[in-house]
């Protein structure tokens, strides 16, 4: 069964950073694009960042030039968050296109992982 768990959220000032990482598991032939989305209390679910197997990246106009998102060559994406504002609370997920063995084209979500951004 491929999972994706996060880890890295927390509580951190304004203008502050954070990490955060997401790693995926299970019997997987490829992973395609990935992405990290956010929830705020009382909203919808938004993307924040998506990256391609190639390493393409595209962004939500409210995070461009504070945070960056990146992956490794394994099962890993990450997402640096910089001048972080309280606007950016929310619970962050890890989202991943992937393809198990033996099994059909599937999107995996993890559990979420809670950011909380006040004084």
């Known amino acids: 069964q491929v999972q994706l768990v996060e880890s890295g959220g927390g509580w951190v000032q304004p203008g502050g950073s954070l990490g955060l990482s997401c790693a995926a598991s299970?019997?997987?032939?490829?992973?395609?694009?990935m992405g990290w989305y956010r929830q705020a209390p009382g909203k919808e679910r938004e993307l924040v960042a998506s990256i391609t197997s190639g390493g393409s990246t595209n962004y939500a106009d409210s995070v461009k030039g504070r945070f960056t998102i990146s992956r490794d060559n394994t099962k890993n994406m990450y997402l640096q968050m910089n001048s972080l504002k309280p606007e950016d609370t929310a619970v962050y997920y890890c989202?991943?296109?992937?393809?198990?063995?033996?099994?059909?084209?599937?999107?995996?979500w993890g559990q979420g992982t809670l950011v909380t951004v006040s004084v």
């Open positions: 299970g019997s997987i032939v490829t992973i395609y694009a």
């Open positions: 989202n991943a296109d992937v393809l198990p063995v033996l099994r059909r084209r599937l999107e995996v």
